[in-house]
């Protein structure tokens, strides 16, 4: 079991341009999370999927984020127009449901906006 | 909105002794999961459970849910475990989004 891969790892873009980061959540697991840390905010909820769909998205920036599920082996988040205020780290986790629903984590994005 | 809160914010022990560290949430329909994290490094689930007490290892969690909080006990501790543990309520039996507390940094010194 390869965990919750995510990609890339690290992503500088300039302010105004597009950024795409990828998440694999782990073979089985039917809900996909999306959140972000910072060191001021701490980690905060964006969204997330179950069997694809978008179940929760009270997280997301109204503006310029937007997330997708197109298929059960991964998930995409897009921001456009990424303004230095986007820089952080964000998490992807995905969960099988079972038990206790816990959530298992990917290594996360490094975005940094310049 | 729903709140979790941590103490303490930082922990100093000598290695060999315990740690207590406390999570308190606003709402009583929650199971708790404890995460650790190195700074700069991912995040690993050490313990989900909704109410009682769950041990793994040198790892105890216990949540009393009716007076929302929660606790994890790391006994005889070591160097390796420096580092960040988070605690995050969830709804107690189904898929929902995590809140997070801000985190206790423990460092344990020779």
């Known amino acids: 079991n390869a965990g919750v891969i995510q990609t890339p790892r690290h992503k500088v873009t300039g302010k105004g341009q597009e950024a795409t980061l990828w998440c694999e959540p782990i073979s089985g697991h039917s809900a996909v999370f999306w959140y972000r840390q910072t060191i001021v905010q701490g980690l905060e909820f964006l969204t997330y999927f179950r069997n694809q769909a978008p179940i929760d998205d009270s997280g997301m920036p109204k503006e310029r984020f937007s997330a997708q599920m197109p298929n059960q082996s991964h998930s995409t988040l897009k921001i456009q127009s990424t303004q230095p205020q986007d820089s952080a780290v964000y998490l992807c986790?995905?969960?099988?449901?079972?038990?206790?629903?816990?959530?298992?984590f990917g290594p996360g994005t490094r975005l940094t906006v310049l | 909105g729903q709140q979790v809160q941590q103490s303490p914010a930082s922990l100093v022990l000598q290695e060999g002794e315990n740690a207590e560290l406390q999570c308190n949430f606003s709402?009583?329909?929650?199971?708790l999961q404890w995460f650790y994290q190195r700074p700069g490094g991912s995040l690993v689930s050490l313990l989900s459970?909704?109410?009682g007490t769950k041990h793994t290892g040198r790892l105890t969690s216990t949540t009393v849910t009716k007076e929302r909080r929660g606790s994890l006990h790391i006994s005889s501790s070591q160097i390796t475990d420096s580092g960040t543990y988070l605690c995050a309520m969830g709804n107690p039996s189904s898929f929902s989004k995590l809140v997070f507390g801000q985190g206790t940094s423990l460092s344990v010194v020779p």
């Open positions: 709402s009583t329909a929650t199971r």
């Open positions: 986790a995905s969960s099988s449901g079972l038990g206790y629903a816990e959530q298992f």
């Open positions: 459970n909704p109410s």
